[in-house]
């Protein structure tokens, strides 16, 4: 699978990939909010001049009556605050509502993650409200609050 946003590239991971990720999650920044993965098949590299900078995953709730799709991200730091996460975010949004037939989809950031909440917010994702002690911190034990945000297909910028 490839999706070309404005900047990035999204493409199926390959077992290539992990050396590159495992590292860029274990980036202080990122470490923070993600734990290692077990695989990380079930995501897509985010590419930037052929260089693997990210991962981002999406999940989909196939019941009918609450069909959505769910996104998260991870980028290296020293990619932060280029605009490459709401590209990346924007692309597969795209993806998931003109292709996978979604009218809504969710994002749901560490409450105290600001860096990406305000990423998500220019992609079009709204806070719907906290969820309280929504996230157990794997590098403390401690729960701790989520946002969760959501975007309408009509939304999409």
Same mark, same amino acid.
């Given at each position: 699978?490839?999706?070309?946003?404005?900047?990035?590239?999204?493409?199926?991971?390959?077992?290539?990939?992990?050396?590159?990720?495992?590292?860029?999650?274990?980036?202080?920044?990122?470490?923070?909010? &993600?734990?290692?993965?077990?695989?990380?098949?079930?995501?897509?590299?985010?590419?930037?001049?052929?260089?693997?900078?990210? *991962?981002?995953?999406?999940?989909?709730?196939?019941?009918?009556?609450?069909?959505? *799709?769910?996104?998260? /991200?991870?980028?290296?730091?020293?990619?932060?605050?280029?605009?490459?996460?709401?590209?990346?975010?924007?692309? /597969?949004?795209?993806?998931?509502? *003109?292709?996978?037939?979604?009218?809504? %989809?969710?994002?749901?950031?560490?409450?105290?993650?600001?860096?990406?909440?305000?990423?998500?917010?220019?992609?079009?994702?709204?806070?719907?409200?906290?969820?309280? *002690?929504?996230?157990?911190?794997?590098?403390?034990?401690? &729960?701790?609050?989520?946002? /969760?945000?959501? %975007?309408?297909?009509?939304?999409?910028?």
């Amino acid at each position: 699978m490839e999706l070309r946003g404005e900047r990035v590239l999204l493409r199926s991971t390959v077992p290539a990939d992990t050396p590159v990720l495992d590292a860029i999650v274990r980036e202080p920044e990122v470490a923070r909010w &993600w734990p290692p993965p077990e695989a990380y098949a079930a995501m897509l590299a985010v590419v930037v001049d052929g260089e693997v900078i990210g *991962a981002i995953q999406f999940s989909e709730e196939s019941d009918p009556e609450f069909r959505h *799709a769910s996104i998260d /991200l991870f980028l290296s730091a020293r990619w932060h605050g280029q605009g490459l996460g709401p590209d990346a975010v924007r692309t /597969l949004a795209r993806w998931l509502i *003109a292709e996978r037939g979604h009218h809504r %989809l969710v994002i749901d950031p560490a409450a105290a993650n600001t860096h990406a909440i305000r990423s998500y917010r220019k992609v079009g994702f709204a806070p719907v409200g906290i969820m309280r *002690a929504y996230w157990r911190n794997h590098r403390t034990g401690a &729960w701790e609050d989520g946002l /969760l945000m959501d %975007l309408l297909a009509a939304e999409l910028t």
